[in-house]
Every structure is written in C-alpha cells, then in structure tokens.
C-alpha cells in the first residue's frame, strides 16, 4: 500500500505556481520521498526527489518539512502542459525496494 | 530513440489466447520492471529483474510470465488471457546504485474481449 497522503485533485491558473502537498507520516530514516508525474496516456515521468534537503531541478522544487512527515511539490509556472497526475511516493533506494503508486493528484491547469 | 521502448502499443485478443509484450531499453540500467494499470488508473508494480534475475515478484497469477534474455530486454507473456487482463502495461527501467528513477515506457494497451 502506498504510505502517502494527497489530495484528489487541485486546480491552478496557467502562469501561476502550483503547491502540491503530500503527507508521508510514517516516513523512515532511510526512505526518500520521489514525485512522478503521468499526462494523460502517457508513462510515468519521474520529476524529482529527495531526503531531508529541499531540491530544485528544471522541471520543480521539492520542499521536505523538518520532520520529513510531509512534503511540497511545487511547479513555479505552471502551464496547461502540466495537466496530469502527481504521483509521491516514498521509496529506499535499494534495488529490490518498489515503487508503489498511490492515487495522487489530478492537477488541471486552467487558462 | 526511444529510451524505454515498447511492443506492441495495442493489442486487441480473445478470451484465451496467449500474448506477449516485449519491452527494451537503451539506457544501459540494469533493473527493469513491469507495471499494471487497471481501469481505474491504479498503478501496480507486478516483476522486476535486475541483471536477468527476478527479484521483485508481486502477487500476480502464474499465467503471467516474465522473462529477461539479458539486462536489456524484459518480456511479459501472458497465458489464456481474461478479461480481468486488459489494462495498460508499463515497462519501466532503473539502475540500482544510481538515483532510483525509474523511466517509464509509452505502455501497451491491452484489451481482452
């Protein structure tokens, strides 16, 4: 079962930053919290992760509480080409861990 | 080119019948898995193999059978299909001392009638 908490869905206006929240309470030392995206008919698209530190990449900025119980994905500017679903998943890295998806996040970016 | 490439995209079968789903990446990982997306778009991790040896094997019926001639390549055959069967398939590739992202292929879509 997944070990993350979103919310169904979430709406944004195009141009605007989308803040996408996730709970992952049950977090362990060792587990990193990853975000995935899926467009419409598409495969899974990673986007990005991390442990304790906030992260930022091309594509978003991941901010991890202090306690690590609960995360933010955030999409800067958003465009209607972000419509998707927003996977978090907390995972371990090592070769035999899964990753197990959740139900995630369904975003639509408005115009 | 295509870094996670499956075939076929679509397949369209009988009750029955037996398929496969061949997937190849060109990313040089060595791990690779299946995934199943049901109708109701719940993503489910079914096998995953890491350099031809099975190492993730989810609670899956045995008539679904994967196979890995070489790090590079997994297939999914499927024996006499149900309709329960038809769903997406995902293959997906990582390398396991690397970041842990997995890179998902385009899916095929399987129908069962």
């Known amino acids: 079962d997944a070990k993350t908490t979103q919310p169904t869905s979430m709406d944004c206006a195009e141009g605007r930053a989308a803040n996408l929240p996730c709970n992952h309470s049950?977090?362990?030392?060792?587990?990193?919290v990853y975000w995935y995206r899926q467009i419409h008919s598409q495969g899974p698209q990673y986007i990005i992760h991390g442990l304790k530190n906030n992260e930022t990449n091309e594509m978003a900025s991941l901010i991890i509480t202090e306690d690590r119980k609960s995360s933010t994905l955030i999409l800067p500017h958003a465009t209607l080409r972000d419509t998707a679903v927003y996977y978090c998943i907390v995972r371990g890295q090592g070769g035999s861990e899964k990753l197990v998806f959740g139900k995630g996040t369904k975003l639509t970016v408005n115009p | 080119d295509t870094a996670v490439s499956q075939t076929p995209k679509y397949l369209v079968t009988q009750m029955g019948n037996d398929k496969s789903i061949k997937c190849e990446q060109n990313l040089g990982h060595d791990t690779m898995y299946w995934y199943k997306q049901d109708s109701k778009k719940f993503l489910k991790i079914m096998f995953s193999y890491n350099n031809k040896e099975l190492i993730i094997n989810e609670t899956v019926p045995n008539r679904f059978s994967p196979k890995s001639p070489d790090k590079a390549h997994l297939n999914l055959h499927i024996n006499s299909l149900e309709l329960g069967d038809s769903a997406v398939y995902f293959c997906?590739?990582?390398?396991?001392?690397?970041?842990?992202?997995?890179?998902f292929g385009e899916g095929s879509r399987l129908t069962v009638l």
């Open positions: 997906a590739s990582s390398q396991v001392r690397g970041t842990g992202e997995l890179f």
């Open positions: 049950t977090i362990s030392g060792n587990e990193y």
